[in-house]
């Protein structure tokens, strides 16, 4: 049961963050509690408690410092109140890394990588990194890291 209501969760997020750029409270908050309630029934409550905790925590200093925004903050409490602690790093880390992709492939796009390494280093020629406005749609790319973990078995 956890697992459909992930996998729908996910897909609602996978479209939500990509054509909206959001992903709003009426999606995040009843998934925390499903997956509360859900894991109350079959005796993992804790384990659930604990990895909405951990998924809370996992952005909320990216969060504060304006690098993503509250949705994904809370769509990863969503994911580990529905995954619990141990699947939900995978998803994370998996997730994560799909994100580095997705950068790379805009940066690609946009002939930026040079500029990108530039502007890191305070050379002038990484000014035009800096107005690229490309943002990255980390609840996309999250979810697909469920979906691939879920396809693979080594979730659900």
């Known amino acids: ?3 459909i209501v992930t996998l729908l969760f996910s897909a609602i997020v996978f ?7 959001t992903i709003p409270n009426k999606l995040t908050i009843p998934a925390i509690g499903a997956g509360w309630l859900i894991s109350l029934e079959h005796g993992a409550f804790v384990s659930s408690l604990l990895g909405s905790a951990i998924g809370f925590s996992v952005l909320l200093v990216p969060f504060l410092f304006g690098w993503v925004g509250g949705g994904d903050v809370k769509m990863l409490a969503a994911l580990g109140a529905l995954m619990g602690p141990s699947p939900f790093v995978s998803a994370f880390f998996l997730g994560i890394l799909i994100a580095g992709g997705f950068s790379l492939l805009v940066l690609v796009k946009h002939r930026a990588l040079f500029e990108m390494v530039a502007y890191l280093f ?3 020629e990484g000014e035009r990194y800096r ?3 490309q943002c990255i749609p980390l609840g996309s790319c999250m ?5 691939a973990l879920v396809l693979f078995g080594l979730v659900g």
């Open 1 to 3: 049961m956890l697992t």
């Open 15 to 21: 479209y939500y963050d990509l054509k909206y750029q």
């Open 122 to 124: 305070r050379l002038p």
């Open 131 to 133: 107005r690229i406005n």
């Open 143 to 147: 979810s697909l890291a469920v979906f």
